[in-house]
């Protein structure tokens, strides 16, 4: 009796080993169909990968439904219609494929092809994600309730449990929060120099841009418990620029400019990384490099060119940067008011320009240095008992042509509020005001153009 009940057992045994294996091979069958029509999709041949899919549909593949909602969602190889990319997106979330969770929660976050924005679905959706353990879905529902929107109220404890169950998913911008808010003690979070690096050496790893130029920080000051470093200061810096961080590009950029913190000094690999910073859209640098091609600099080995610092002008001003479009505007200045070969001439002004003027009381001659913005006046005034003074080095403003000195040290000794001297660097003429109003002009000598020392 027990021999045939022990047969019965293993006989049951080896039937639902053998279910449960016919149904692990269907979908490994299907998983390799999904896979052939990827490659179909990939190489742009949507209708062929359409046909697979739909097969797997039929026979119940989760990521297959979800594959064919994006092609009706984006109208690749089929009329774009999302009420249709929704119905196959939610029949693969219905099977447990969690990124068409994120995939409608998206759609109603943002609103996409006459689909109304809606708060509350939107956040049903991303739910659904995060239960079926989804990090991008976690991590969404964890900003809402940091931020207190989208119909979820403010509340620090829910917000940091989501987004430290995102980082332990793996979502390296969940870890990267997680270890600004130990770094700076926020949303009920105590400021913890080990768990800050914790995380945010973990997001590094995970490839967050922001947090690998942060331990390249770290690194190199020596800060949140770690011995200063310059070698993993840079390699976290590169890592940042290579994942196209602005910041981080303009960083090196500038090491190599300078030729700091282990860069070898580059000029040519300096404006390199300053043009890619500026292309992600880092206004610091887009501002640099308007101003660079409109003035030239020795230094960077740049002739100036209007046309090129109008490009990046009109970037910076798109971004709303006050500084390009102040540029801007001087630039088109120069081409309405003087023409396109006179804006040229006006702005390609030698580095630098000597200026001699004669009066009454004897002679001045200021040399200008216009890549450094710095003036140096020799006084000649025999009458006032001065015999060739060398005054200290001051810096000036060039507006278009004219350098303008202001001198606040007179002033005051003259009770007034300003007074300026003004050169013309292309006829020399020299203007002078007290408080605003012009006190003088002189016919004053360029007595030399030079781009050497």
Request: proline share 2%.
């Amino acid at each position: 009796m027990k021999i045939k009940l022990i047969i019965h057992w293993v006989i049951s045994i080896f039937v639902i080993l053998g279910f449960l294996t016919s149904f692990v091979n269907a979908d490994t069958q299907l998983d390799t169909k999904w896979t052939k029509a990827r490659d179909l999709y990939n190489a742009k041949e949507y209708k062929s990968a359409l046909k697979i899919w739909k097969e797997n549909v039929d026979q119940g593949h989760p990521k297959s439904n979800h594959s064919i909602g994006w092609l009706y969602r984006k109208g690749y190889g089929v009329e774009r219609d999302l009420n249709k990319a929704i119905q196959y997106y939610e029949k693969a979330l219905s099977l447990g494929y969690a990124n068409s969770g994120n995939a409608l929660g998206y759609i109603y976050e943002n609103g996409e092809a006459g689909i109304k924005k809606d708060n509350k679905k939107m956040i049903n959706y991303y739910l659904k994600a995060a239960e079926l353990g989804n990090a991008w879905g976690t991590l969404r529902i964890g900003e809402f309730y940091r931020d207190g929107n989208k119909g979820l109220e403010q509340n620090d404890s829910k917000a940091i449990s989501y987004l430290k169950k995102a980082a332990e998913l793996g979502n390296a911008k969940a870890n990267a929060l997680i270890g600004s808010y130990y770094d700076f003690g926020e949303y009920g979070l105590e400021q913890n120099d080990s768990k800050t690096v914790s995380y945010i050496k973990k997001a590094a790893e995970l490839g967050d841009a922001w947090a690998n130029l942060r331990m390249s920080e770290f690194y190199s000051d020596g800060k949140k418990g770690l011995k200063q470093n310059d070698s993993k200061a840079i390699n976290y810096l590169k890592k940042a620029a290579e994942l196209g961080y602005g910041k981080a590009n303009a960083r090196i950029g500038l090491f190599y400019r300078d030729g700091k913190k282990g860069f070898e000094k580059d000029i040519g690999k300096a404006l390199t990384y300053t043009k890619k910073a500026a292309e992600l859209n880092y206004q610091p640098d887009i501002v640099y490099l308007g101003r660079l091609y409109m003035e030239g600099s020795y230094r960077d080995r740049v002739e100036p060119n209007l046309n090129e610092a109008e490009k990046w002008l009109l970037k910076g001003q798109e971004l709303g940067n006050k500084e390009s479009k102040k540029l801007l505007k001087r630039l088109r200045n120069y081409r309405e008011v003087y023409g396109e070969s006179a804006a040229e001439k006006l702005i390609k002004l030698p580095r630098f320009i000597t200026v001699h003027c004669v009066n009454e009381f004897g002679s001045t001659t200021t040399k200008y240095d216009n890549v450094y913005r710095k003036s140096v006046a020799t006084v000649n005034m025999p009458s006032m008992g001065v015999y060739n003074q060398v005054k200290e080095p001051r810096t000036y403003l060039l507006k278009g042509y004219v350098a303008e000195t202001s001198y606040p040290e007179l002033a005051k000794d003259f009770g007034l509020q300003s007074k300026v001297t003004k050169h013309n660097l292309l006829t020399g003429e020299e203007t002078r005001l007290e408080n605003g109003k012009v006190k003088a002009q002189e016919k004053c000598k360029i007595s030399e153009y030079s781009n050497t020392l």
